[in-house]
């Protein structure tokens, strides 16, 4: 009898042995970063390789339209050493000064959130402020997409020469 529980213990362990055991998946290759230059899609929002691009809508809740007038938007001179903040207008262009920087500021969202089909505020409070922006470098597009003032590692505007930051939406 001893003999047959001292089999059935050593056959559990080594069946408990080999469940843990098993070779791990690896794990699925990093997303690249969007809204960079020449990705598909739309930029800032996720895709699949190959796959066609989905537009989602910006819906700007008449609340968040009727309480907000501009962004402070700094802009990091990467040459220079030196930082400059400037206040642009929602829904404007801007030319930078001593650059050639322009950047085409639209929508503010003060609270951020994107569904499937849609990209819109939650509510007026600045919980993930986020702005739409366009940057022109030379008369060229290099960036289209969003920008976090939480989070600024999310989608963010990547340059050899300029770093662009999103600050702070202005109320009127």
Do not use: R
């Not at 989602?56 to 007038?69: E, L, T």
């Not at 959130?113 to 939650?122: G, K, L, N, R």
């Amino acid at each position: 009898m001893k003999k047959l529980m001292l089999l059935v213990a050593v056959l559990m362990m080594v069946a408990l042995a080999g469940t843990g055991c098993k070779k791990k998946e690896p794990a699925p290759p990093p997303m690249p970063p969007q809204g960079a230059p020449g990705q598909p899609g739309m930029p800032g929002a996720p895709h699949g390789e190959g796959a066609p691009p989905v537009e989602k809508k910006v819906v700007v809740p008449d609340a968040v339209k009727g309480a907000w007038k501009a962004v402070k938007i700094e802009v990091d001179f990467k040459e220079k050493k030196s930082k400059k903040q400037f206040t642009v207008p929602l829904n404007s262009e801007f030319k930078v000064p001593d650059s050639d920087l322009s950047l085409k500021v639209g929508n503010f969202l003060p609270h951020f959130t994107m569904a499937a089909d849609q990209i819109t505020s939650s509510s007026n409070n600045p919980e993930n402020p986020a702005a739409q922006l366009e940057v022109f470098q030379g008369g060229k597009e290099v960036f289209h997409g969003w920008l976090f003032s939480k989070y600024p590692a999310v989608h963010p505007f990547q340059n050899d020469k300029f770093g662009l930051a999103l600050l702070e939406g202005i109320k009127k």
